[in-house]
């Protein structure tokens, strides 16, 4: 699957530089079944640079909506969720 094509079926859900938002999001995500892959997932490694960029969450289209209601229900230190679609 060409990059392209697989950006085209995800769509994203939130970013964050916090290695820990993205711990607690992998495990929701896989708790409900949903697809998702992170984007500069290895932005950890070189610190917090200021070229460096945000880890990005992408979930499956089809379970957009859920993966964004499931993350609304949360409250916490992670990054706030925010509707980047919309």
């Known amino acids: ?8 079926q995800f769509k994203e859900l939130l970013r964050t530089f916090n ?3 993205i711990v607690f999001i992998k495990s929701l ?4 079944d949903i697809l998702y892959y992170i984007n500069n997932e ?3 490694m ?4 200021s070229f460096a960029e945000p880890m990005r ?10 993966a964004k209601e499931i993350l ?11 509707d980047l679609n919309d």
Do not use: P, R, W
């Open 29 to 32: 995500l896989e708790e409900h």
């Open 19 to 21: 290695q820990a938002d």
């Open 46 to 49: 070189v610190g917090m640079l």
């Open 1 to 8: 699957m060409t990059d392209s094509k697989k950006e085209s």
């Open 57 to 66: 969450i992408m979930v499956a289209e089809g379970k957009y909506e859920l």
């Open 42 to 44: 290895l932005v950890d």
């Open 72 to 82: 609304s229900e949360f409250e916490g230190n992670f990054t706030k969720f925010s």
